[in-house]
């Protein structure tokens, strides 16, 4: 069973950085691509960032484009969120999620297969 575990959230001051880890562990050899997604107290999930697990091609929000970086270490099987320049507006639980699917889009909860179960990031302005 495919199971993927968050670890770096915490509190940061406006202007600072954070890196978020996502470990995959289990049966993970079908890994397309895996992504990060926030979601703030009251609103929806959204899309932040997402690679491709083999060719290590990236998408960003735009909303977080020049300050976020998803990168990804393969023989570790770890998926990583460097966060610089945080705002408030970066407050928001963060998840991360894997498609086995090599078909469809990247930006939606839906195009992902698995979870995890989120760390909470908080940016004091």
């Known amino acids: 069973q495919v199971q993927l575990v968050e670890s770096g959230g915490g509190l940061v001051q406006a202007g600072g950085s954070l890196r978020l880890s996502c470990a995959l562990s289990g049966r993970a050899f079908s890994t397309y691509r895996m992504g990060w997604f926030r979601q703030a107290p009251g609103r929806e999930r959204e899309f932040v960032a997402t690679?491709?697990?083999?060719?290590?091609?990236?998408v960003y929000a735009d909303s977080v484009k020049g300050r976020f970086t998803i990168s990804r270490d393969n023989a570790k099987r770890t998926v990583y969120l460097q966060m610089n320049s945080l705002k408030s507006d970066d407050t928001a639980v963060y998840f991360c999620?894997?498609?086995?699917?090599?078909?469809?889009?990247?930006?939606?909860?839906?195009?992902?297969?698995?979870w995890g179960q989120g760390t909470q990031i908080t940016v004091s302005s």
């Open positions: 999620a894997r498609k086995t699917r090599t078909y469809g889009g990247y930006s939606r909860e839906g195009d992902y297969d698995y």
């Open positions: 690679i491709t697990w083999s060719s290590g091609n990236t």
